[in-house]
């Protein structure tokens, strides 16, 4: 599935819902989707600068495909993640770098995160996107 597809079945998928407190809960409960990182994972190094709450971030790869791992201790932003991990994850950094996050606005993001949980959200993009092109200048 291309990063657009992805974008458009997450977009689908909240458009199931009418009420913004569904939305919500329905991205609660995509963060509890995430798989734990072990303890040992969780380094002051891979903390997220520019997020309210705390943020483990990994990518790993090469410019052909980057696989992104991240956990949060907070609610929202753990389904957050998910919604990124979802879009960004197993991809090639080309395929990442050529992409907007459209889902954002598309799905009511932009107008419903407070403006710390949406400086968080800025923050995964930004690390999203410096991995990518680190590797594919590497390469």
Not at 19 to 41: A, F, H, N, V
Not at 114 to 139: D, E, H, K, Y
Request: aromatic share 8%; proline share 4%; with cysteine.
């Amino acid at each position: 599935m291309s990063i657009d597809a992805a974008q458009q079945e997450i977009i689908d998928e909240f458009d199931l819902f009418d009420d913004w407190m569904d939305r919500y809960q329905y991205l609660i409960d995509l963060g509890k989707t995430l798989p734990p990182l072990p303890e040992e994972l969780k380094t002051e190094d891979r903390l997220l600068a520019g997020c309210q709450s705390q943020v483990w971030f990994i990518g790993e790869g090469d410019a052909k495909r980057l696989v992104f791992r991240a956990n949060s201790d907070a609610a929202i932003v753990s389904g957050l993640i998910a919604l990124l991990l979802r879009v960004y994850s197993d991809r090639s950094a080309e395929e990442i770098l050529a992409s907007e996050p459209h889902f954002v606005k598309a799905i009511g993001l932009s107008e419903h995160l407070s403006p710390t949980r949406a400086n968080g959200l800025s923050a995964m993009l930004n690390a999203i996107g410096n991995i990518a092109r680190s590797v594919s200048t590497a390469s």
